[in-house]
């Protein structure tokens, strides 16, 4: 088997685990543990013992390789490989006990930066749902064994487009203008609040696609390549000058240059 559906099956196992772990502690009860870039972007104490358990069993399986997670930080690893991990993705929704949330961990190589690296596996766990989405590069990207492509065609209503908006109040006014030049090609908007999930739509079909200025490595990692592996189109934009919030973008082919056109705005 090649190292992209090795590590796939690894990324599968250990996302399943945590994701069951980030929902019993869920129906236990949810302690916030700290406020980061705003007074909206939380960490709970569960996003920080299933970053844990992720870690932990990702070093046992291969230590060798690099880490970058959102809770507890980056290392770089003697291998080619770097596991980017967003532990519960979708935390706001979390602690509020919506479900829409998810496990994502992606293995990309190369340099581990957005951007630079390439992933190669992929898995993001909705543990509400059950429902697994994965992907290794070339092999596809599946819903557990149900093969995924993204929609060929979208209707003439417009596209079923997803967004989000950033933690900072202050960056709300330039997301808001960003959708108000994407609406016209619309036929509605989502915000989900979980952008691995968003990515496994678009690729599923569920959404023709998403754009979000913003989001960490972590968040995009993993869904990237379940867009790409489902045919779709996926961009990274760096942030512009004085900016830290790089722009991405994924859609079906059908539209994305439409899309990119009016999401961008420097
Ligand atoms: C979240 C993303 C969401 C974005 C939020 C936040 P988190 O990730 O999934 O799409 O709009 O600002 O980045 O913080 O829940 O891991």
Redesign the pocket.
């Known amino acids: 088997m090649s190292l992209a559906h090795d590590l796939e099956a690894l990324a599968v196992d250990i996302a399943q685990d945590a994701g069951e772990l980030a929902r019993t502690r869920r129906l236990e009860g949810v302690a916030i543990a700290a406020t980061?870039s705003a007074l909206?972007?939380?960490?709970t104490l569960a996003?920080r013992e299933v970053e844990a358990l992720i870690r932990a069993r990702l070093a046992e399986a291969r230590p060798e390789d690099g880490f970058l997670g959102?809770e507890s930080g980056a290392e770089r690893g003697s291998s080619e490989v770097t596991w980017v991990v967003?532990?519960?993705?979708?935390?706001?929704?979390?602690a509020y006990g919506s479900p829409q949330?998810a496990v994502?961990i992606a293995a990309v190589v190369g340099e581990p930066v957005a951007g630079r690296w390439e992933a190669i596996s992929a898995a993001v766990y909705a543990p509400v749902s059950s429902e697994l989405f994965r992907a290794a590069r070339g092999g596809g990207a599946w819903l557990g064994e149900q093969r995924l492509t993204v929609n060929a065609e979208v209707s003439a209503a417009g596209g079923l487009l997803a967004?989000?908006?950033?933690?900072d109040p202050a960056t709300h006014a330039g997301d808001l203008a960003r959708v108000a030049r994407v609406m016209p090609m619309a036929r509605d908007i989502r915000?989900?609040?979980?952008?691995?999930?968003?990515f496994a739509y678009v690729a599923s079909g569920r959404l023709d696609g998403y754009f979000?200025r913003?989001?960490?490595p972590?968040?995009h990692a993993a869904g990237a390549l379940l867009v790409t592996e489902a045919g779709g189109s996926f961009a990274f934009f760096p942030p512009p000058e004085g900016s830290d919030r790089p722009l991405t973008v994924a859609s079906s082919p059908s539209i994305f240059e439409r899309l990119v056109d009016a999401a961008l705005d420097d």
Do not use: C, H, M, Q
Not at 86 to 94: E, F, K, L
């Open positions: 980061k909206a972007d939380i960490v996003d959102e967003d532990p519960i993705d979708g935390t706001v929704n979390y949330y994502s967004t989000g908006f950033g933690y915000r989900g609040g979980a952008a691995s999930l968003d979000e913003g989001l960490a972590w968040d």
